[in-house]
DNA sequence: CTGAAAGCGCTAACAT
DNA sequence: ATGTTAGCGCTTTCAG
């Protein structure tokens, strides 16, 4: 706990005025070598920092950047936290963290403080994008990188994964592998990436002119235990399925352990695949497949393409949708069992 | 993109000085109602915000709490987070996130960063609590709170889980419950957390009277493929043990997964307990026994700590150590295969 | 190459 | 009840 001293102290210190100590601190504008030398030794033996607010304060801009997250609960968004900061430390930029609880009021709020804070540009991870976000980012005199959604409509850069395509395309191979009775295991009826994901699923079937099942089609909370009831819901309609989709690893584990417990043999009779990759698809002693993508990448795109929207004068619309790959593991195989 | 105004452009608007401006905004100081509401219309018109910066630079204070974690990769920082969030929302603080990767150097740069931030208070978690840090720390004008460590010796605040206690608890569980022989999958050797947790189960048995076999412990780092690889090593050693405890739940699963491949039954012939109960004590079909901590509990109170702290002029050492709680489920069971 | 001085926008003590 | 003014600590012209 030592005292602070300012940049007018080391002045009076080194017997030069404030503007000079400021030009050998930033290497801003010349100075005498000697006087130069004189003033350095004065900063290291006070251990002067400058006064980063008033700084700031002078030059407009605090060299901050908000995020603004509806959760904070799983894996997946400390992972992009952690690739946002990695492209921030290394640019001189730290992050203000803010964690609304999804509400639009909430957010606003947040918009609002981050806005008083001052901070150069926002981060923004919603839940489902809306009407009233767009507002709200208008109205900011920063630029604003909306993550894990979709915002093309709106005309809001983002980065987002490919909900729609990696779902389709994880459902293709499960139709290449002879399966066409697939169940869906959805998340909530009002997140949109969950409905993303469905919708994949429902246009690989119908571009294989499957006729799509409502009786195969549930709707959980990402969690196990979602997982396993959904399943077990499905199964009770005793219609017969050969694969099941889960729109993430949690109800995928769900649904293979109710299987198991149901004394269906996976994945003999029948194939599981969650469109997730976490550290839970490797948890089960039977490797569960899925479709991987990095949420460290995703931060990691979303704070490259907002520092690059805060170096240009004009926000244009940019948009990054990230690579995906399917991994086909243990829980699936070629559907052989039931014959027609 | 609006432009920004500032406080004597509303004095002038309003025909009044900036000091009344200031009251109404910050309800500090008595003014005459008519003008109050005329200000107050004055501000609703033009959407003035008032510029923080300036006002922290005023008033010496930023109202942000720092906070320097070693990582980011589990859930239990995330929740931490939100945890901290939560308390620091409430009390109209903003939270300034940064990752360290763990090195000593880099820890040093993220304190000068917050320093030069000058933020009120700081929370830190890293993995191994060094004199350095207590340099560091001591050099700092603001408190700082240490998250996830017993930092008693060195007379720093901490908040932390009772790492030796719970471990010890949870092995007398099983020592109760008739085990004698009981394995012990570690973490990395220079974890503070998970040595704690191995000289808990060291404790255990040897309050027990049972010798300490150093054939039943092994080290791994925390994740599933090396908890499995672990728990292989000292089935090779071919002696017989009718328990194990891992050092977190990632270990536990690998542990079941890798006897349950060796056709060892669990928890028949062998018991299994993580020291976790997170997400993953859930993905297997057997119940994974463990102990529950509260990983946003954590956070929460580190947050109220360091308010506490931060409220007051001297910084008095301080500790919180959390509640747990273990949960005996399927994967464990009483001795009865082998009887001496 | 260096210094003086005018901001940056706000708070708070001091006048009136 | 309101205005004046002196900071807060730094950056940046503008002179010299």
Redesign the interface.
């Known amino acids: 706990?030592?005292?602070?001293i300012n940049i007018s102290e080391v002045a009076k210190k080194a017997g030069v005025s404030i503007a000079t100590v400021s030009r050998v601190f930033n290497n801003s504008g010349p100075v005498k070598e000697s006087t130069r030398k004189a003033i350095q030794k004065i900063i290291e033996e006070t251990g002067y920092?400058?006064?980063?607010?008033?700084r700031?304060?002078a030059e407009k801009r605090?060299n901050l950047v908000g995020m603004i997250v509806h959760?904070?609960?799983?894996?997946g968004?400390?992972?992009a936290?952690?690739g946002v900061?990695?492209v921030l430390?290394s640019n001189s930029y730290?992050?203000?963290?803010?964690?609304s609880n999804g509400s639009l009021e909430s957010e606003r709020k947040h918009f609002?403080?981050l806005?008083?804070?001052?901070v150069d540009g926002i981060i923004f991870a919603t839940r489902s994008f809306k009407e009233e976000h767009k507002d709200m980012i208008?109205?900011?005199?920063v630029p604003v990188v909306v993550m894990l959604q979709n915002t093309e409509n709106a005309g809001v850069p983002f980065v987002a994964f490919a909900n729609t395509a990696f779902a389709k395309g994880a459902t293709q191979k499960l139709i290449e592998l002879g399966h066409r009775e697939v169940a869906f295991l959805g998340g909530p009826e009002d997140s949109v990436n969950a409905n993303e994901r469905k919708r994949g699923f429902i246009e690989a079937l119908e571009d294989a002119g499957i006729a799509v099942e409502e009786d195969f089609i549930c709707h959980g909370n990402y969690h196990?235990?979602s997982g396993y009831e959904q399943m077990k819901t499905i199964l009770k309609r005793k219609k017969i399925f050969t694969a099941v989709v889960a729109v993430n690893d949690?109800m995928a584990?769900g649904a293979l352990?109710c299987l198991?417990?149901h004394d269906v043999k996976v994945p003999e009779e029948v194939s599981v695949l969650g469109l997730d990759d976490t550290?839970?698809a490797?948890?089960?002693?039977l490797k569960l497949s899925g479709v991987h993508y990095s949420y460290n990448d995703l931060g990691f795109e979303a704070a490259q393409m907002l520092l690059k929207q805060m170096q240009s004068e004009v926000y244009d619309f940019e948009k990054k949708v990230l690579p995906y790959e399917i991994h086909l593991r243990e829980s699936v195989q070629a559907r052989t069992h039931y014959k027609n």
Chains 1, 2 share one sequence.
């Open positions: 706990m030592r005292k602070d920092l400058p006064n980063v607010l008033a700031e304060l605090t959760n904070l609960s799983g894996e968004m400390s992972r936290i952690e900061n990695r430390d730290s992050l203000l963290m803010t964690c609002e403080l806005r008083l804070k001052r208008e109205k900011l005199p196990i235990e949690g584990i352990n198991q417990d550290v839970l490797k948890a089960s002693r």
